[in-house]
């Protein structure tokens, strides 16, 4: 049985927990051993378990898997690297996912309900949040969080640490360039240039 340990013991970590221990569908395959984060102290828990050490003192054993729990893709992006570097090895988290034919999920964390459409691919360390709808032929790169009940139409091209705050909705054929930030219940119907903050229905630029 495999030993899953949560990377981070914050506000998300504690929803990947929720999700994780909720799982009965892979609870016979795993087991939810602790938390990993930098405020470890001996014998400190966090939701009655373990953490288990920093993440800079971790060592991974060869029976242990990673899930991160940490919502900013840059910090979360050299979190991961260090770890992997020591050995550490992440899965993807897909409970109650439904999948289109010939789509790719990565090692990404996926929320209750999402949905993703036929010959999509979404790259590794996202964090896609619960009811999530994604349409078909889209590509997501990486360490991306996008929050709950966003709506991505098809053919959309989004790429490395973008942040798509909750219910924003993405019109087919967008284009999202890396490190972009999309704002709460945004209407984004033109493509969105690297760096860029937009807000608003329709959104506009504001950065």
Request: neutral net charge; charged residues 20%; hydrophobic residues 40%.
């Amino acid at each position: 049985m495999l030993k899953v340990i949560i990377v981070g013991a914050g506000g998300l970590a504690s929803e990947v927990c929720s999700q994780l221990l909720g799982d009965y569908a892979n609870c016979r395959d795993w087991i939810v051993e602790g938390f990993i984060d930098d405020r470890y102290q001996p014998g400190s828990q966090y939701l009655d378990l373990p953490i288990l050490s920093s993440i800079k003192d971790h060592q991974p054993q060869p029976d242990s898997r990673y899930v991160i729990g940490i919502a900013v893709p840059h910090i979360k992006k050299n979190i991961i690297d260090a770890l992997e570097q020591k050995g550490a090895e992440f899965i993807p988290i897909c409970t109650r996912v439904t999948k289109g034919i010939h789509t790719s999920l990565g090692k990404t964390f996926y929320g209750l309900g999402a949905a993703i459409g036929t010959n999509s691919v979404i790259g590794d360390y996202n964090y896609i949040e619960s009811e999530v709808l994604i349409g078909h032929d889209v590509q997501i790169g990486r360490y991306c969080h996008i929050g709950p009940r966003t709506f991505i139409a098809g053919d959309v091209r989004i790429g490395d640490f973008v942040i798509i705050h909750g219910t924003a909705s993405i019109a087919r054929g967008v284009q999202i360039g890396s490190n972009a930030v999309i704002g709460l219940g945004a209407v984004v119907m033109r493509d969105v240039p690297e760096n860029a903050v937009v807000i608003g229905n329709p959104a506009k630029q504001i950065k």
